[in-house]
């Protein structure tokens, strides 16, 4: 059964770090897009950032180009999204998902590319406010 459930979400004030984690079982990680994306009130579900299959390519959203990056730990079962830098137009609920193949990112990441996706968690929220 695929599972993917994230963590790590909270209330940080601007300019602060955060560490998201999704664990992933019941497919090879590695044979999949993996990513984070984002969904504001009244806003458009986006993607924040992906790696792509067999050691593809990553991708960030423009905006979080510089402060975020996103990486699997040695297992390939447990995905991260660091964030730094935060600032309240990052306020969101955070999603992990993943999605069959695909070695570059941006076909599922990209504007509408995460109506996609086949597998999603549940999210996380994460609240960037002083």
């Known amino acids: 059964q695929v599972q993917l459930v994230e963590s790590g979400g909270g209330l940080v004030q601007p300019g602060g770090s955060l560490t998201l984690s999704c664990v992933v079982s019941?497919?090879?990680?590695?044979?999949?897009?993996i990513g984070w994306f984002r969904q504001a009130p009244g806003k458009e579900r986006e993607g924040v950032s992906c790696m792509g299959a067999s050691a593809g390519t990553a991708y960030y959203l423009w905006s979080v180009k510089g402060r975020f990056s996103i990486s699997k730990d040695n297992s390939r079962e447990m995905v991260y999204l660091q964030m730094n830098n935060l600032t309240p137009e990052d306020t969101g609920t955070y999603y992990c998902a993943a999605g069959w193949g695909s070695s570059s990112a941006t076909y599922y990441c990209e504007g509408k590319g995460y109506l996609s996706m086949e597998y999603w968690g549940t999210g996380t929220q994460v609240t960037v406010s002083s």
């Open positions: 019941g497919i090879n990680s590695d044979d999949h897009t």
